[in-house]
């Protein structure tokens, strides 16, 4: 469950804008949905082969030109349906958190 | 102090230290390792090399030198590789777990391959590999090959020299050498696992090259060596023994060699054969010269050090110096005498 979630926030990251790998583990790590940063590197790769984003070479001033991703448009449609189904998901979670605390 | 290692990661030009080095080498081993099986492997471990690349960037400015601590600290924000590689790890487990539930767990003598041992050898691993593979001590096998060798040597056994020369050299040739980590696994049937990696017997050997710097060799010189010392140490104390005789010369040539009447040159030679004093410096040049043969076989025979004062430097230059001496004595006698007789 951990990668799919982290794929969506990937996702949900750059339909805000375009980011190298290195802010979109920052943002990450501030909301605390990663710990390992090495984790990121196989699913970007991953969503890449699934035309879900897609990348372009930058350079950089201190060294070689490094990967600066952005989303596509199958990105975006797979985004909205990632955000119906993890409404779903947490309106579904919620109530049955209701319902157990209920009978404490 | 610590010895380091220039490295290129993820394009960016580092010093670190051999430590670091080691742990970051075996540390994007284990990674590819894990990742294995997952087509996009090389430009995962690419893209985490860069990252890598810019953490430590961060942390060790140029002209700085890059430290274990600092190769530990990156690693803990990378994550553990079997966290990396996430699902996969679970189903490359249950593979493993059918493949070996079948076989028995000791390492079985067909599973073992037959290798050359250059980390621990005599001459080529010959003897040590084979050890390894049938599981009984090396000694046994050199046992063998050495009687061998000296019964044929010595014409105890028809043939046998031979043979055993023939056979170790069949051998040197067929077993090749275990040298990556892998072969040395397959060598001893172990599992070629992550920690195989680590391990400092596996990575850094015994990096010497192959026949001419072997013990084997190493030993024979040694032998050679002590025995030409000896020699130098014989010749040295015969010719010392003799120039204790040297100063009584001159007496008795005086009264039984010089014939009653000498001609021209011979007068001359007559005249420096009876001199004390010139036998008093062959005493010093034969002297010293068979000093610095004692002393050059006694440093020889027993493998000592010079002293930091150098004896045998300073004996080599009296010795010069003496034969000097001697020809310039001799000189200035036959000029000397020359008129005389002319």
Same mark, same amino acid.
Request: glycine share 8%; proline share 4%.
């Given at each position: 469950?951990?990668?799919?979630?982290?794929?969506?926030?990937?996702?949900?990251?750059?339909?805000?804008?375009?980011?190298?790998?290195?802010?979109?583990?920052?943002?990450?790590?501030?909301?605390?949905?990663?710990?390992?940063?090495?984790?990121?590197?196989?699913?970007?790769?991953?969503?890449?082969?699934?035309?879900?984003?897609?990348?372009?070479?930058?350079?950089?001033?201190?060294?070689?030109?490094?990967?600066?991703?952005?989303?596509?448009?199958?990105?975006?449609?797979?985004?909205?349906?990632?955000?119906?189904?993890?409404?779903?998901?947490?309106?579904?979670?919620?109530?049955?958190?209701?319902?157990?605390?209920?009978?404490? | 102090?610590?010895? %380091?290692?220039?490295?290129?990661?993820?394009?960016?030009?580092?010093?670190?230290?051999?430590?670091?080095?080691?742990?970051?080498?075996?540390?994007?081993?284990?990674?590819?390792?894990?990742?294995?099986?997952?087509?996009?492997?090389?430009?995962? !471990?690419?893209?985490?090399?860069?990252?890598?690349?810019?953490?430590?960037?961060?942390?060790?400015?140029?002209?700085?030198?890059?430290?274990?601590?600092?190769?530990?600290?990156?690693?803990?924000?990378?994550?553990?590789?079997?966290?990396?590689?996430?699902?996969?790890?679970?189903?490359?487990?249950?593979?493993?777990?059918?493949?070996?539930?079948?076989?028995?767990?000791?390492?079985?003598?067909?599973?073992?391959? !037959?290798?050359?041992?250059?980390?621990?050898?005599?001459?080529?691993?010959?003897?040590?590999?084979?050890?390894?593979?049938?599981?009984?001590?090396?000694? !046994?096998?050199? !046992?063998?090959?050495?009687?061998?060798?000296?019964?044929?040597?010595?014409?105890?056994?028809?043939?046998? $020299?031979?043979?055993?020369?023939? %056979?170790?050299?069949?051998?040197?040739?067929?077993? +090749?050498?275990?040298?990556?980590?892998?072969?040395?696994?397959?060598?001893?049937?172990? +599992?070629?696992?992550?920690?195989?990696?680590?391990?400092?017997?596996?990575?850094?050997?015994?990096?010497?090259?192959?026949?001419?710097?072997?013990?084997?060799?190493? %030993?024979?010189?040694?032998?050679?060596?002590?025995?030409?010392?000896?020699?130098?140490?014989?010749?040295?104390?015969?010719?010392?023994?003799?120039?204790?005789?040297?100063?009584?010369?001159?007496?008795?040539?005086?009264?039984?060699?010089?014939?009653?009447?000498?001609?021209?040159?011979?007068?001359?030679?007559?005249?420096?054969?009876?001199?004390?004093?010139?036998?008093?410096?062959? $005493?010093?040049?034969?002297?010293?010269?068979?000093?610095?043969?004692?002393?050059?076989?006694?440093?020889?025979?027993?493998?000592?050090?010079?002293?930091?004062?150098?004896?045998?430097?300073?004996?080599?230059?009296?010795?010069?110096?003496?034969?000097?001496?001697?020809?310039?004595?001799?000189?200035?006698?036959?000029?000397?005498?020359?008129?005389?007789?002319?």
């Amino acid at each position: 469950m951990r990668r799919g979630v982290l794929e969506y926030s990937i996702l949900l990251i750059l339909s805000a804008g375009d980011e190298y790998a290195s802010s979109i583990i920052q943002k990450l790590k501030e909301v605390n949905i990663i710990v390992a940063e090495g984790t990121t590197y196989p699913l970007l790769i991953r969503l890449k082969k699934l035309g879900l984003l897609n990348y372009r070479w930058e350079e950089s001033p201190q060294g070689p030109p490094r990967k600066y991703y952005m989303i596509t448009e199958l990105g975006r449609e797979q985004l909205s349906g990632l955000d119906a189904a993890w409404e779903e998901l947490s309106e579904g979670i919620e109530s049955i958190r209701k319902n157990s605390s209920r009978t404490k | 102090m610590k010895k %380091t290692e220039k490295i290129s990661l993820g394009g960016l030009a580092f010093i670190v230290e051999y430590d670091a080095y080691a742990e970051l080498e075996s540390y994007l081993a284990e990674i590819h390792e894990c990742f294995r099986n997952d087509a996009s492997a090389d430009e995962i !471990l690419e893209d985490i090399e860069v990252r890598i690349a810019e953490l430590l960037r961060e942390k060790c400015k140029e002209g700085m030198v890059a430290n274990l601590e600092m190769i530990n600290e990156i690693k803990k924000r990378i994550g553990d590789p079997k966290e990396l590689a996430g699902q996969e790890e679970s189903e490359t487990d249950v593979v493993t777990e059918e493949e070996t539930a079948g076989e028995p767990k000791r390492k079985s003598l067909k599973d073992r391959r !037959l290798y050359r041992n250059t980390d621990d050898r005599m001459l080529a691993g010959v003897c040590s590999g084979l050890s390894i593979y049938f599981n009984l001590d090396k000694v !046994l096998f050199r !046992l063998a090959f050495l009687i061998a060798f000296c019964l044929g040597f010595f014409e105890a056994e028809d043939g046998l $020299f031979g043979l055993s020369v023939l %056979t170790y050299i069949v051998l040197w040739i067929a077993m +090749p050498a275990a040298r990556t980590v892998e072969q040395k696994c397959e060598m001893r049937n172990r +599992p070629i696992d992550l920690k195989e990696f680590k391990t400092k017997e596996n990575r850094f050997g015994r990096e010497i090259n192959e026949t001419v710097s072997s013990p084997a060799f190493r %030993t024979a010189g040694r032998i050679f060596l002590t025995i030409i010392g000896l020699i130098m140490i014989i010749l040295g104390l015969g010719g010392f023994l003799s120039t204790i005789v040297f100063p009584s010369i001159p007496e008795l040539i005086e009264n039984y060699l010089i014939p009653d009447s000498l001609i021209g040159e011979e007068i001359i030679i007559g005249k420096i054969a009876c001199d004390p004093t010139f036998w008093w410096m062959i $005493f010093g040049v034969i002297g010293l010269g068979s000093l610095g043969m004692m002393y050059g076989g006694i440093m020889l025979c027993f493998d000592f050090r010079s002293p930091s004062w150098r004896p045998g430097l300073v004996i080599f230059i009296l010795w010069i110096v003496s034969i000097l001496v001697l020809a310039s004595w001799i000189l200035h006698e036959v000029a000397e005498q020359l008129p005389m007789i002319v």
